[in-house]
């Protein structure tokens, strides 16, 4: 409680920031999201390093750092992401590596300042260890479409649809089942002035998990995550910190967090 009020707070005093500064000069930060994707593919010579941390309720959290670049020009992105875990009282509190996932991004559309969409095809890697749930003990295969819109002159949306299949994933005790997941969530970012975005994602699951061999039972979640976006640019070098509070509605009701992001955007040479 003690973090999450922490969290509180710290929002509460960049909201303010916010405010003050509404009246300044402004410019889109295209890296305005936490749970969601936005459909814009990384520029010709430019990487992108994201870390996240994700503390909820329970002493559960999760860490991320992800890697995205050009292949070798917008049109083609490959990133990678790797995640670490500590999972809750009912999953045994176990901590570790979690399954990695290699990304490759297709900018189908984009038209700059409008539109931009931009599907990914992701190979799930079976690096977590599943005897202790960390884990899903097969390759699984996911599917995920990225649309961004520009609304007006000071407002951004993103809208996610995306699905995960794993053949023969595994539960702690060994038992397989093919498994089915879907993802879905929409954003709305303001673009309050030239470095700072005021933002509140929607993000929702219909997941699969093994019960027993051949069996499988569903777990769904939604979660409303209101945050902000804070853009430092340096000379080649942009750095983007963020924090947000993950709050859970519906199938998620009594769930909530604090969420930290912090990306580093940069040339190549």
């Not at 960390?134 to 599917?143: K, P, S, T």
């Not at 794993?166 to 060994?174: L, M, Q, R």
Request: aromatic letters at 12%.
């Amino acid at each position: 409680m003690f973090k999450f009020r922490m969290a509180t707070v710290i929002l509460a005093v960049m909201a303010s920031v916010a405010v003050a500064m509404a009246d300044g000069p402004y410019r889109e930060i295209q890296d305005n999201s936490f749970l969601l994707e936005e459909a814009y593919n990384q520029e010709d010579g430019v990487i992108q390093h994201i870390q996240t941390f994700q503390y909820m309720k329970g002493d559960t959290w999760a860490y991320s750092f992800t890697q995205e670049w050009p292949v070798p020009t917008q049109a083609h992105q490959f990133s990678y992401t790797i995640p670490l875990e500590k999972l809750g009282r009912d999953e045994g509190r176990h901590s570790g590596l979690g399954d990695i996932a290699l990304n490759y991004r297709y900018q189908l559309l984009f038209k700059e300042g409008v539109m931009a969409c931009s599907p990914r095809f992701s190979l799930i890697l079976p690096t977590g260890d599943d005897k202790k749930g960390l884990g899903n003990g097969a390759v699984g295969f996911q599917a995920n479409l990225p649309l961004s819109l520009r609304l007006n002159e000071r407002f951004v949306t993103h809208w996610n649809l995306g699905m995960t299949f794993t053949p023969n994933a595994k539960e702690p005790g060994g038992e397989k089942a093919d498994t089915f997941s879907t993802n879905y969530g929409m954003s709305l970012v303001y673009l309050v002035n030239r470095n700072l975005n005021a933002l509140v994602e929607f993000v929702g699951t219909a997941e699969q998990a093994v019960v027993s061999d051949g069996v499988t039972g569903n777990n769904n979640s939604f979660i409303i995550n209101p945050g902000l976006r804070f853009a430092i640019d340096l000379k080649d070098l942009q750095i983007v910190p963020g924090i947000s509070m993950p709050i859970g509605v519906g199938p998620s009701k009594g769930e909530y967090g604090v969420m930290a992001y912090l990306s580093f955007e940069h040339k190549l040479f």
